[in-house]
């Protein structure tokens, strides 16, 4: 679905991202860990094609696919959703009515009609039941006020309305109490099939309890250095990275 | 002839018409000697730095209308709050339009500033608040010397009026160019309140200059809510200069709507003449191809324990410009003072332009006096957000306008009103999201 190849990307001069390759086959989640500063969150923002990010080599394939070229909302369309680690408040633009904006572009853009009022509402009904959101929540301006974790339980909402085809999820365990840990991933988990994968990009192994990936990743210094199954995230939360970095070294 | 000599020469035509015997005869005069002396301002004073009226007042205007243009309500409809029952005094080329208008007495005067200058039942109001607040420079003593028409408006003791207030100038465009001065009288007793929106509407694109005053009253305990709508067409240009006088515990309000028009300049004062008193004023500007909007803002705090709230936003959009000058004057007497402005922009263009001055004079040392502006661009983080659900760039930007210019419009009390101005809004921005902004 998502094949990633020697991707390397610079903000400015600084070089971030310095030959990454990941292959996400539908069905799949992968996990990507490592250090501040590695590169995680570029990685998710380049994929999702944030423009002050230069590609400088390699390419992204959705699909087979060359995507590199199009805009972040063209992405969006073809399924791409990135749950973002600090969602932005839009003061004056409720839940409700961002949500019915959005759906509704992706239709547009897809060449289909709105999306009946009613049959948003049912819709926006189940998938707030799902992540346990209040219906006053829905009416309240985006993000603004609200805690870290009803934004982060509100992007996965947005993910859920949204049906992607790959879902980024980054640092969306940060802010998070248990309850809410609980209730955001019992949402990944239930939106999750066969056809679609995750990327869940974090720096503990505490969610990788409840979204248990069939890869781990580790991301450092710009490039993936190891991967292996999930028992290598337990091993990063006993012993962290000095020990890859070692490795690295002999 | 230049305009002013025009002006001149037409003032006393004018003054063959009127009473000379009555003391507004004496008012009128006195007006007329400062703008001989005066002149239109200019770019060299101070706060005309950055507003010319130059391309304004090279124009052979009209400066009295030659007759009444009659108008049907419903070519005209659109640009009233029609879904709600409101008093409305309407003008049409600066004549009163009684078909368009619904007046009254019945408990409260709503009604035509030619009646009260003449008729004698208002004499005693009149002499107590005509000119009174109203500085005399240039432009508002032009207004002063050519005043005769415009809305009276009297609200009396504990009368919480329920009907909304529409005043709506129209121009025809009958005439090649013409000038208006609509002048406006506004008293609010103690403990009444009421609400006022205005508007300025040319119908064609012939030049219409508008040089309005308004004097606003509110006493003690009074709540005042003054709403300008200013969407005018291209070829409109509009000086508002609007000075309000405001007892104990009062309240006053003057949200601006600036969408439209050649120029704009709002010359809004606020004086302070009691304690506890609160003074609030918002305004959203958005415009874009040559326009220009300037707001000229005073408060003067002059006795203790009383509020000034100014917030004020501007999107200006290609090679438009605005000013914002904002001048808090807090008196040594005035403590406890608590004064807040802000003044934030957005500038989509390379070619758009904001000058944008907080003017803070404090005499008091026992005050709390904010003040920021903000020039920037739209939130880029913003926007990469909401373009990563699928919304395009023109539809996020458009998003993103609205919301910054949202909390202004939240302290709008007229539902409808606020409906309209967010229809006016999206159609600024040329925009159609999945819900009504």
């Excluded at chain 2, 709600?84 to 080329?93: E, L, P, Q, R, S």
């Excluded at chain 2, 304690?275 to 408060?299: A, C, F, P, R, W």
Aim: hydrophobic content about 35%; aromatic content about 8%.
């Amino acid at each position: 679905m998502l094949k990633i190849e020697n991707l390397h990307s610079n903000i400015g001069d600084k070089a971030i991202l310095k030959g990454i390759n990941l292959d996400v086959k539908p069905g799949e989640v992968h996990a990507i860990m490592g250090p501040n500063g590695a590169g995680k969150s570029t990685l998710a923002s380049v994929v999702a094609g944030k423009e002050e990010y230069e590609i400088t080599e390699g390419r992204i394939l959705l699909d087979k696919e060359n995507i590199e070229d199009l805009s972040a909302e063209e992405r969006a369309h073809k399924g791409i959703f990135l749950s973002f680690q600090y969602p932005v408040e839009i003061p004056g633009v409720s839940v409700t009515n961002f949500m019915k904006t959005a759906i509704n572009e992706t239709r547009k853009a897809k060449g289909l009609e709105d999306m009946p009022a009613n049959e948003m509402l049912k819709m926006i009904k189940e998938k707030a039941e799902l992540l346990e959101i209040d219906r006053k929540f829905l009416s309240r301006s985006l993000n603004e006020g609200f805690s870290g974790g009803e934004k982060k339980r509100n992007e996965i909402f947005q993910m859920a309305m949204l049906e992607p085809k790959l879902a980024i999820l980054d640092e969306t365990d940060s802010g998070l109490d248990i309850d809410a840990l609980r209730i955001v991933s019992n949402g990944v988990n239930k939106l999750k099939s066969k056809d679609n994968a995750v990327i869940v990009i974090t720096h503990y192994q505490r969610l990788l309890d409840y979204i248990v990936p069939d890869f781990v990743h580790v991301l450092m210094d710009g490039k993936i250095v190891k991967s292996g199954d999930a028992s290598l995230a337990l091993k990063l939360e006993e012993k962290g990275y000095d020990w890859i970095k070692e490795e690295m070294k002999a | 002839m230049d305009l002013k000599d025009k002006i001149l020469t037409s003032f006393l035509a004018f003054e063959d018409h009127v009473d000379v015997h009555s003391s507004i005869h004496d008012i009128r005069s006195e007006a007329i000697k400062i703008f001989e002396t005066q002149g239109f301002p200019s770019k060299k004073e101070e706060d005309w730095k950055y507003t010319s009226l130059k391309s304004i007042t090279k124009q052979d205007y009209s400066v009295f209308p030659k007759q009444e243009n009659a108008i049907e309500y419903s070519d005209v409809k659109k640009y009233f709050i029609h879904d709600i029952d409101t008093y409305k005094i309407v003008f049409i080329d600066g004549k009163y339009s009684s078909h368009l208008s619904q007046t009254t007495h019945e408990g409260i005067d709503v009604c035509l500033m030619s009646s009260a200058l003449e008729k004698e039942k208002y004499k005693a109001t009149v002499n107590q608040y005509f000119n009174k607040v109203a500085k005399q420079t240039s432009l508002t003593a032009l207004n002063t010397a050519f005043s005769k028409e415009g809305a009276y408006i009297h609200i009396p003791k504990h009368k919480v009026v329920e009907k909304p207030i529409q005043i709506v100038h129209f121009s025809t465009g009958n005439e090649s160019a013409l000038m208006l001065q609509p002048r406006n009288l506004i008293v609010v007793e103690e403990n009444a309140q009421v609400q006022i929106i205005e508007r300025h509407q040319s119908l064609t694109s012939n030049p219409v200059f508008t040089n309005s005053v308004t004097e606003i009253f509110v006493n003690k305990s009074a709540q005042l809510d003054y709403y300008k709508i200013q969407n005018d067409n291209q070829e409109a240009s509009l000086i508002d200069s609007t000075f309000v006088e405001q007892k104990d515990k009062s309240f006053a309000s003057v949200h601006t709507f600036s969408f439209g028009g050649k120029l704009t300049r709002n010359n809004l004062n606020f004086y302070q003449n009691g304690e506890y008193l609160d003074s609030t004023m918002k305004g959203i500007t958005i415009i874009g191809d040559k326009q220009h909007v300037d707001h000229n803002t005073l408060v003067h705090h002059i006795e203790p324990n009383c509020e000034s709230h100014q917030d004020y936003k501007g999107i200006f959009n290609d090679n438009s410009t605005g000013v914002f000058n904002g001048k808090v004057l807090v008196e040594k007497e005035a403590q406890k003072t608590n004064a807040f402005q802000a003044n934030n922009n957005i500038l989509t263009s390379d070619k758009a332009t904001i000058n944008t001055k907080p003017q803070l004079e404090i005499f008091a040392d026992d005050v709390k006096c904010s003040h920021g502006c903000t020039i920037g661009q739209l939130d880029e983080s913003a926007l990469f957000y909401m373009k990563q659900r699928g919304i395009p760039e023109k539809e996020a930007k458009a998003l993103l306008m609205y919301a910054f210019s949202n909390n202004v419009l939240s302290s709008v009390k007229i539902p409808e009103l606020k409906q309209r101005i967010t229809k006016l809004i999206a159609n600024k921005l040329a925009v159609k999201i999945g819900f009504d902004l």
